[in-house]
């Protein structure tokens, strides 16, 4: 079956860095996507990878190793408007995306 | 119109009616979706269409069904509406062009009880 893991819930302090991890097995790989969803509004589309690598976009980075079928979104420079949960998605063999569960990340002052 | 809207915004509904949900977006992809998201489950895939008059199930399409008549608008239908259903629903729309990333934009939602 495909399957996308990621921790329930982190707690992190307004200023520091936080590294949310995702890890994907699924029939295929086209490509993996970060979203970000405060309580009670929609998913919105944080960052994509589909190569192996780091891309950097401002505060929030997000890191792809397809070998070890493994992601992080790493964010610094915590705000308290950063207290969302975070999505990992991937895109499989069949151009359907398949989701993990989300992260709620809290951030505390 | 901007984006994906979606309507209504929420909607209280007695077991066993008949409840239509309307999705448009102005953007001319040609993929929309629809899913439901229930506390810890994440987002879960009822139908989509990867262009107009084409549609596909998803993974819990049970109770619903969809029509892909035109680009803008993909309406998802509860035949007869059961308390399982009760949810928030999303719509979705990406460009899968040739080359494109899939990236999926969002609706705001819907929030749907059923009692």
């Known amino acids: 079956g495909q399957n996308i893991d990621q921790p329930t819930e982190m707690t992190a302090t307004e200023g520091a860095i936080v590294q949310i991890n995702c890890t994907y097995q699924t029939s295929g790989f086209n490509g993996l996507f970060w979203y970000q969803q405060h309580a009670g509004e929609a998913p919105t589309f944080l960052s994509y990878?589909?190569l192996d690598g780091l891309e950097e976009k401002g505060r929030f980075s997000s890191f792809l190793s397809r070998s070890k079928g493994y992601s992080y979104l790493l964010l610094k420079e915590l705000q308290m408007k950063d207290s969302a949960s975070y999505l990992c998605?991937?895109?499989?063999?069949?151009?359907?995306?398949?989701w993990g569960a989300g992260t709620k990340l809290i951030i505390k002052p | 119109i901007a984006g994906i809207t979606q309507a209504p915004t929420s909607q209280i509904l007695a077991a066993g009616r008949r409840m239509t949900l309307r999705c448009t977006q102005d953007m001319r992809h040609n993929a929309m979706y629809w899913y439901r998201q229930d506390l810890g489950l994440g987002l879960r895939l009822i139908h989509y269409s990867n262009t107009a008059g084409t549609t596909g199930k998803g993974e819990v399409p049970d109770g619903y069904s969809v029509s892909r008549a035109n680009t803008d608008d993909f309406p998802l239908t509860l035949a007869s509406a059961v308390p399982s259903q009760t949810s928030v629903y999303f719509c979705?729309?990406?460009?899968?062009?040739?080359?494109?990333?899939?990236?999926?934009?969002f609706g705001p939602g819907t929030r749907l009880t059923v009692l």
């Open positions: 979705a729309s990406s460009d899968s062009s040739s080359g494109s990333t899939d990236t999926q934009y």
């Open positions: 990878n589909v």
């Open positions: 998605a991937v895109l499989d063999s069949n151009y359907q995306l398949i």
